[in-house]
């Protein structure tokens, strides 16, 4: 079983930067995949970026080199750095995680910004 927290959303300003966090808990953190999501409304919920336990990266698209995902093991924690922002970044944003035990979602973290 793992719970995640996220944590860091907030109101920002179009160019402006934001770090969220994602705490979790239980076993398994340091051989799960981590990744980050986010869903607008009345859209589907898009992969954003994504990290092997052994810290490889992947990132969709429209979010290179303005995004970037890491994690500490020793902590249980996994981050994403998010600059240049833009109005459509605007979302709520999620934290997953994925491994032999199973698929865990967070509960999200609201992100607006503005224009």
């Known amino acids: 079983q793992v719970q995640l927290v996220e944590s860091g959303g907030g109101l920002v300003q179009a160019g402006g930067s934001l770090r969220l966090s994602c705490a979790a808990s239980?076993?398994?953190?340091?051989?799960?995949?981590m990744g980050w999501y986010r869903q607008a409304p009345g859209k589907q919920r898009d992969l954003l970026a994504n990290?092997?336990?052994?810290?490889?990266?992947n990132y969709k698209d429209s979010v290179k080199g303005r995004f970037t995902i890491s994690r500490d093991n020793a902590k249980k924690m996994v981050y994403l750095q998010m600059n240049s922002l833009k109005p459509e970044d605007t979302a709520v944003y999620y934290c997953?995680?994925?491994?032999?035990?199973?698929?865990?979602w967070g509960q999200g973290t609201q992100v607006t910004v503005s224009s």
């Open positions: 997953r995680s994925t491994g032999r035990g199973g698929i865990y």
């Open positions: 239980g076993s398994g953190f340091s051989t799960n995949a």
């Open positions: 990290i092997t336990p052994g810290g490889s990266t």
